[in-house]
């Protein structure tokens, strides 16, 4: 018999709802940069009450995605070029941490047996010969997969806590510039490295080397800084950002 449904599931739910609409709606330039955003006019919008919109509001505001403005509400945030690329390098900064905390309190192979498992599956998805190529899509939820499990090697509660909110805006996650990179002469050149890498920090966690696995994964994150540097300078590339409407290039001087 399914527990009937109390007031605090069905307030988080429709919190969840306006979240994702809203959120869906900025990184599909629904709502454009600079655009204000009232609870009243989500209210209308969604079809929800205040208290859900309020609540999603506010969280949209602590991923980033929105800024409070003095008369009221809320305004859609754009992002420098220089703020994301501060964000992908914290980013790096919490994964080589991570790695490091790994391979010093050591991890038993059967932990191991997960990622070692999915890099697996990058391999032959690499060898079916779809990268460059339609096999990005498939490759996306591979590599989301491959980092969420090596966040997870450390054991630290707080350190994961930190990283979703350094990944909460839509740049920084491992997986933001996957997509643009399908676009790029240079995406298997990239695409291999990236492995390599993957493949190196796994051993060098398994072999408790904390300065090396540390520095592999800051390495790693360098590859996103790249791929974002590349898609800047390639127009399909860069429409195939998620959020691409919310960068605001760098105007050269």
Same mark, same amino acid.
């Given at each position: 018999?399914?527990?009937?449904?109390?007031?605090?599931?069905?307030?988080?739910?429709?919190?969840?709802?306006?979240?994702?609409?809203?959120?869906?709606?900025?990184?599909?330039?629904?709502?454009?940069?600079?655009?204000?955003?009232?609870?009243?006019?989500?209210?209308?919008?969604?079809?929800?009450?205040?208290?859900?919109?309020?609540?999603?509001?506010?969280?949209?505001?602590?991923?980033?995605?929105?800024?409070?403005?003095?008369?009221?509400?809320?305004?859609?945030?754009?992002?420098?070029?220089?703020?994301?690329?501060?964000?992908?390098?914290?980013?790096?900064?919490?994964?080589?941490?991570?790695?490091?905390?790994?391979?010093?309190?050591?991890?038993?192979?059967?932990?191991?047996?997960?990622?070692?498992?999915?890099?697996?599956?990058?391999?032959?998805?690499?060898?079916?010969?779809?990268?460059?190529?339609?096999?990005?899509?498939?490759?996306?939820?591979?590599?989301?997969?491959?980092?969420?499990?090596?966040?997870?090697?450390?054991?630290?509660?707080?350190?994961?806590?930190?990283?979703?909110?350094?990944?909460?805006?839509?740049?920084?996650?491992?997986?933001?510039?996957?997509?643009?990179?399908?676009?790029?002469?240079?995406?298997?050149?990239?695409?291999?490295? =990236?492995?390599?890498?993957? $493949?190196?920090?796994? /051993?060098?966690?398994? +072999?408790? #080397?904390?300065? %090396?696995?540390? @520095? *592999?994964?800051?390495?790693?994150?360098?590859? =996103?800084?790249?791929?974002? $540097?590349?898609?800047? /300078?390639?127009?399909? +590339?860069? #429409?195939?950002? %998620?959020?691409? @409407? *919310?960068?605001?290039?760098?105007?050269?001087?």
């Amino acid at each position: 018999m399914k527990a009937p449904e109390t007031f605090t599931d069905r307030s988080m739910s429709q919190t969840v709802r306006a979240l994702l609409a809203i959120r869906e709606w900025i990184l599909e330039g629904e709502l454009p940069p600079g655009e204000r955003i009232s609870e009243l006019s989500m209210v209308d919008r969604i079809g929800l009450s205040r208290t859900p919109i309020r609540a999603a509001l506010i969280r949209l505001e602590e991923e980033g995605l929105l800024e409070a403005i003095p008369s009221g509400g809320y305004a859609v945030r754009a992002f420098t070029e220089k703020e994301i690329f501060e964000a992908i390098e914290i980013r790096g900064l919490l994964e080589g941490m991570g790695a490091r905390l790994a391979a010093e309190r050591g991890v038993s192979p059967a932990q191991l047996r997960p990622i070692r498992k999915c890099l697996g599956e990058i391999d032959a998805l690499i060898a079916e010969g779809r990268l460059p190529g339609d096999g990005f899509s498939d490759y996306v939820p591979l590599n989301a997969r491959f980092h969420a499990l090596l966040h997870g090697l450390a054991d630290s509660g707080l350190l994961m806590r930190q990283m979703e909110r350094a990944t909460a805006i839509p740049f920084a996650s491992p997986s933001a510039f996957v997509m643009a990179q399908s676009q790029l002469a240079e995406a298997r050149v990239i695409l291999t490295i =990236a492995q390599e890498q993957h $493949r190196a920090v796994v /051993e060098a966690i398994e +072999a408790r #080397e904390g300065a %090396r696995a540390e @520095s *592999l994964m800051r390495e790693h994150a360098k590859l =996103a800084i790249r791929n974002l $540097r590349l898609a800047l /300078e390639s127009r399909p +590339a860069f #429409e195939m950002i %998620r959020g691409a @409407s *919310l960068i605001r290039p760098s105007v050269p001087a």
